[in-house]
């Protein structure tokens, strides 16, 4: 069965330091990789996908993530945070099935400091 | 704007009370999922329709049922709703047979049980 781990709960960084928000995922073979953006309230947006090929995978708002096989990771990083990127974050893994079930990480919320 | 739908977006029932939670999207997607989130667990499948006519379990399917409608509509249904089902619930869709394998999901219902 496959899961996703994302070790940290909160964070909270300064407007304008970078960000890395943390995700390890188990999955018996090559995963689809997502990260989900959830505002207070509101349902979730899709940042990035990791399907095949390129391991660095850029997304929405600034985001990008790295694919690492041998760490079974797949950390989501912003190099500049603004105050509206405060919201939690949800790493999911996917199955490569016709179900397509995602099974996601318990997230991190992400608090930004003017 | 093309999307996923749920109605309603809060509610309120006493323990033992029926509901039946309305999802549609307009977006031709072959499958359907009911999540739950509830807080530090991220979101867990409930019920998945992997295309019209199917119905199966996710990680979380006691005391509730599902109905694929039509290619467009996936309801969840309480049929004796229970304190432990307070959660936020989000409804999403997905077409892995035309490489959209990434989820589109609703706002979501807040549903408290009381």
């Known amino acids: 069965a496959q899961s996703v781990t994302q070790p940290d709960i909160h964070i909270t960084v300064s407007e304008g330091a970078s960000l890395e928000l943390r995700c390890n995922y188990s999955y018996g073979a090559t995963p689809y990789l997502f990260w989900y953006v959830q505002s207070p309230g509101q349902g979730l947006q899709l940042l990035l996908k990791?399907?095949?090929?390129?391991?660095l995978v850029q997304g929405i708002k600034g985001f990008e993530a790295e694919f690492k096989r041998s760490q079974s990771s797949f950390n989501l990083r912003k190099p500049s945070v603004h105050w509206s990127d405060a919201a939690e974050y949800f790493c999911?893994?996917?199955?490569?099935?016709?179900?397509?079930?995602?099974?996601f990480g318990g997230g991190t919320r992400l608090m930004v400091k003017p | 704007n093309a999307g996923v739908t749920q109605t309603p977006k809060f509610q309120v029932l006493k323990t033992g009370q029926s509901m039946t939670l309305q999802c549609a999207q307009d977006m031709n997607h072959n499958s359907m999922y009911w999540y739950r989130q509830d807080p530090g667990m991220g979101l867990r499948l409930i019920y998945y329709s992997a295309s019209e006519g199917t119905t199966d379990k996710g990680e979380v399917p006691n005391g509730y049922n599902v109905s694929r409608l039509n290619k467009r509509e996936f309801s969840l249904r309480l049929e004796s709703a229970a304190p432990s089902q307070t959660s936020v619930y989000f409804c999403a869709s997905s077409d892995p047979g035309q490489g959209n394998y990434g989820y589109t999901f609703g706002s979501g219902t807040r549903l408290t049980v009381v």
């Open positions: 999911a893994v996917g199955a490569r099935n016709a179900g397509n079930m995602l099974t």
């Open positions: 990791y399907f095949s090929g390129d391991t």
